[in-house]
Structures are given as structure tokens and as C-alpha cells.
């Protein structure tokens, strides 16, 4: 089973938005795959037309006195499953430093718990909530690949490197980070520029950017994974070149 993480310490870049639709296309590709909407916002959860709900909360997910699969819901789409958000997952933090005494075990909490679930899933996406915490170090502690999107700024651009440097003082295995352009806007010159030259001078960031249109907002109003209802759209085929690449990821 792979994990992969949609990831950044910013919120309103597209972390959602990418879990989504990669999700989906992980489900369309003949892989199990499930989708745990970590944000109590629940964001994705909405998307899905599931209540955001978890039986016992976030408390009982993390002491392990409710199973994990006992918290799993089904979506429409064949062969994806959601673990929904629940708003008890604002206090998760301090649910994972209550639950372990050592702070080694409650980074790991997650990953534990999501190795329950190997034998059922080929992949599992975590749509993460926008902070630096215990639940996101706990994150990127499980995640084989952390998808970290990234709006064509400067300043965007230095919330990766701080990131990146983050994940270097791990002490045992480091997830992949590999950053896409997300809300991208052609028509700025900045963005641009930052689409044509970054990739070519910095590993680890994808040349693939997902434009900003309307037609990505519109996951709300119908409540679906884009390439479901606009396959062929610019938007869609900006998502399954992204999936593309994590596929070969996933596989090295």
C-alpha cells in the first residue's frame, strides 16, 4: 500500500482540490484506493456527499478503541472509499500527545493506524488541514509522496524550501516531495516565468501547472472529482498529467 499526501502549510492552494481528483484517478486506474479527509472543515468529505462524521471522533480513531474500518464509508465512484472528516479533528494534536507517551510514537500514530488498512488498499490519499502540527508531521511521517501545490510566487515558492528543509531533519525514511503549479494564471507574467524556468532549476518540482478556472470551482456545486463530469477539459488532462507522474513515483 502507498501513501500519499497532499500537503502545505498554506491553506486555499488546491491540497483538496489535487486529493480529489488524483483520488478519483487512482479508482478510474483499477487501483483501491482510499481518501481520509484529515481537515475538520471537511472539504473533501462535502465533495463526496458524505456526513462529516466519525463515530467516537478523532479520540477514539487515535487511542485504536474504534477500528479504523469501521469508520470507512463508501463513495460514488467505484472503488473509492472516503474516511470522512469529523470536526472532533481539531483537537487531534492533543489527542496524539495524550494517547503516546513519547513523542517518536505520536509522530508516528497515523501510520500505525493506516497499516491496518494494507491489505485492503493499493493507495490511500490524505487531504491534510493547512498548519505545521503534530497531525501534519504525523503526515508526512506516513507518506511515501507528499504532493506539495504551489502557487507561481515568490513567496509560495519559500514555504516549499521551508518544508523541504523540515523533512531533511527526519532521522529515519523521508517521504518524496514533489511540488506542482496549482491556481496558475498565464496571464501573469510572473507565473509565466516561474512555470518556464523553476522546474528546469529545481529537482523535485513538476512542470505540470493546474490552471486556475472556474471550471475547478465548480467541484462544489457538483459535488464530483473533475475529470467526472469535464474529462476532456484542460483542467482534467493538467490532473492526469500529475497522475502520471506520481504513478512513476509510486512505482520507484
Known amino acids: 500500500m502507498?501513501?500519499?499526501?497532499?500537503?502545505?502549510?498554506?491553506?486555499?492552494?488546491?491540497?483538496?482540490?489535487?486529493?480529489?481528483?488524483?483520488?478519483?484517478?487512482?479508482?478510474q486506474h483499477g487501483s483501491r484506493t482510499l481518501i481520509w479527509d484529515l481537515?475538520?472543515?471537511?472539504a473533501a468529505t462535502y465533495l463526496?456527499?458524505?456526513?462529516?462524521?466519525?463515530?467516537?471522533?478523532?479520540?477514539?480513531?487515535?487511542?485504536?478503541?474504534?477500528?479504523?474500518?469501521?469508520?470507512?464509508?463508501?463513495?460514488?465512484?467505484?472503488?473509492?472509499?472516503?474516511?470522512?472528516?469529523d470536526f472532533t479533528y481539531r483537537n487531534m494534536d492533543l489527542d496524539l500527545a495524550r494517547t503516546h507517551k513519547s513523542g517518536r510514537q505520536a509522530a508516528r500514530a497515523l501510520a500505525r493506524l493506516l497499516g491496518d488498512l494494507a491489505d485492503h488498499y493499493d493507495v490511500v490519499f490524505l487531504d491534510t488541514p493547512p498548519s505545521l502540527s503534530l497531525v501534519s508531521e504525523n503526515v508526512l511521517n506516513a507518506a511515501d509522496v507528499v504532493l506539495v501545490p504551489i502557487i507561481p510566487t515568490v513567496l509560495a515558492l519559500r514555504t516549499y524550501d521551508q518544508l523541504a528543509e523540515f523533512v531533511e531533519t527526519f532521522d529515519q525514511s523521508r517521504p518524496r516531495l514533489h511540488a506542482f503549479f496549482s491556481m496558475a494564471d498565464r496571464r501573469k507574467a510572473l507565473h509565466r516565468e516561474i512555470i518556464a524556468t523553476l522546474p528546469q532549476q529545481r529537482s523535485g518540482i513538476s512542470p505540470t501547472a493546474i490552471p486556475a478556472l472556474s471550471l475547478i470551482e465548480q467541484m462544489a456545486v457538483q459535488r464530483a472529482p473533475l475529470p467526472s463530469y469535464a474529462p476532456r477539459s484542460p483542467a482534467a488532462l493538467a490532473y492526469h498529467s500529475l497522475w502520471t507522474e506520481l504513478t512513476d513515483l509510486l512505482g520507484a
Open 2 to 27: 502507498k501513501i500519499v499526501a497532499s500537503y502545505n502549510v498554506k491553506g486555499g492552494v488546491g491540497k483538496t482540490t489535487a486529493a480529489v481528483n488524483l483520488a478519483y484517478l487512482s479508482a
Open 39 to 42: 481537515d475538520p472543515q471537511g
Open 48 to 85: 463526496f456527499r458524505v456526513k462529516p462524521r466519525v463515530k467516537g471522533g478523532s479520540a477514539r480513531l487515535v487511542r485504536g478503541t474504534r477500528p479504523i474500518d469501521a469508520a470507512l464509508k463508501g463513495t460514488d465512484f467505484e472503488g473509492l472509499d472516503l474516511l470522512p472528516a
